[in-house]
């Protein structure tokens, strides 16, 4: 007996707490049961679709169910689908390390695996840290973020959040951080300019115990995509090279091509950050991995026969080997040219949605790399919920953040396609901002 919808939505509500979610609202707005994916659509159990604008959360970088991906997994899982990376090393995790290094030119010559960005984040906190203590400076402990950065929601990693949504209840747990403006392109080069100050500033009077600055590299995700330039960037490095501290870049959603080159950072033209970070589109949407890159002067920093010295963090599911194969395979997908046809698919898109930049109900059109986003000036009350649920009836599935309707879609992006996405965002806007009037 097949499963029905409303069948599989009560058992979800009953069994699973379901992430980002108010329960007691889930009973109003029950979760979409997806039967399959197929390319950029889902299907529910009732044979309607819905194309996935938002990459299920950020990951799905070439479809669901791709062939490609899917048989390097198969393939792994027929050799060795886990072994445990301490006292033990395996082909993929070593292959997918080189090959990530040596997309920064060997700058970042080590990696260290984890499970999932939050955890990647905790990883490069410790790293820094533990780093400057062996170096001898262990009052280098505290942390800079920017006004409305994401990083994730463990407790290091919230503690350089400025989501209040994520963070508030939590807040009496955390460490504290200092909170630098943020360089929001809306608020043009002064607010640029203003950010670079504040950062100097703080670095002038707190760097003795600053052990590093983490970003966003060009867009902050979770912030409603809000978008900086490259020149930030730079004089950003520019500055944490000044005052001796870390610089860590989080890409964890803006990386894997999402902006136009693989790494963000490659964008400032600037000598590369102390940390990178990945994970979301790494595997292509299908296990979870995350990556902390670092630099010869960070690693050796832990290098003694002192057990204490050493970076001990570590998780059952380190370096799993299918997910290595899975990332190795995307990785292959960018060695055949995954950034021109991407480059193609951004002006697709940038075409299709130019309309939207007259229209008086929104503002701050903007887009990097496939990444495209605006904001709704006067949006109702639970906007985002609305439009998600309106969206729905003209074949997209996605998940505005607050008052910002955002696309990031797989890279399967043709004029068509393009232009059904304009169309079905802008009739889905008619339709949330009639019912509202």
Not at 310 to 331: D, E, I, K, Q
Request: hydrophobic residues 45%.
């Amino acid at each position: 007996m097949s499963l029905t919808t409303p069948e599989l939505q009560q058992r979800s509500l009953a069994a699973v707490w379901h992430p980002c979610t108010q329960m007691a609202r889930a009973e109003r707005v029950p979760p979409l049961p997806i039967q399959r994916g197929e390319g950029a659509w889902l299907y529910d159990f009732d044979g309607h679709r819905y194309f996935d604008a938002n990459s299920s959360w950020w990951v799905n970088l070439f479809g669901h169910a791709d062939a490609q991906l899917n048989a390097a997994i198969k393939q792994q899982l027929d050799t060795l689908p886990h072994v445990m990376l301490a006292g033990c090393t395996h082909e993929p995790a070593v292959r997918l390390a080189e090959r990530l290094s040596a997309r920064t030119g060997g700058a970042l010559g080590h990696v260290f695996f984890a499970s999932d960005g939050a955890s990647a984040v905790e990883i490069a906190l410790k790293q820094s840290f533990h780093s400057w203590r062996n170096l001898g400076h262990a009052e280098k402990r505290e942390f800079v973020c920017l006004k409305n950065g994401y990083h994730g929601e463990t407790i290091g990693a919230l503690a350089v959040t400025d989501v209040a949504i994520f963070r508030d209840a939590y807040d009496p747990l955390l460490m504290r951080a200092h909170i630098a403006l943020s360089p929001d392109s809306r608020k043009g080069i002064e607010g640029q300019v203003k950010a670079l100050a504040a950062m100097r500033a703080l670095l002038e009077e707190r760097s003795g115990q600053i052990a590093a600055v983490i970003i966003e590299p060009l867009v902050q995700g979770a912030a409603g995509m809000v978008m900086h330039s490259p020149a930030y960037l730079r004089a950003l490095r520019a500055m944490t090279r000044e005052f001796n501290v870390h610089l860590i870049a989080d890409e964890i959603a803006v990386g894997c091509g999402r902006t136009g080159t693989f790494f963000a950072w490659e964008q400032a033209d600037a000598e590369w950050p102390d940390f990178v970070l990945l994970s979301k589109g790494i595997t292509g949407g299908t296990l979870p991995l995350s990556l902390v890159l670092t630099t010869e002067t960070i690693y050796r920093a832990f290098w003694s026969e002192d057990v204490t010295r050493g970076f001990l963090h570590s998780h059952s599911y380190t370096g799993n080997a299918l997910a290595c194969a899975a990332a190795n395979a995307v990785l292959d997908r960018f060695d055949a040219g995954q950034l021109e046809r991407n480059a193609a698919q951004s002006k697709m898109l940038a075409a299709a949605f130019a309309p939207l930049a007259e229209d008086t109900r929104v503002e701050h059109l903007r887009q990097r790399g496939l990444i495209l986003a605006f904001d709704v000036k006067e949006a109702p009350e639970r906007f985002a919920e609305k439009f998600h649920l309106a969206a729905r009836k003209h074949e997209l599935l996605i998940r505005p953040i607050g008052h910002t309707v955002y696309l990031m879609p797989p890279y399967l992006i043709g004029p068509a396609t393009a232009s059904f996405l304009a169309n079905a965002v802008t009739n889905t806007l008619n339709e949330v901002l009639a019912d509202a009037a």
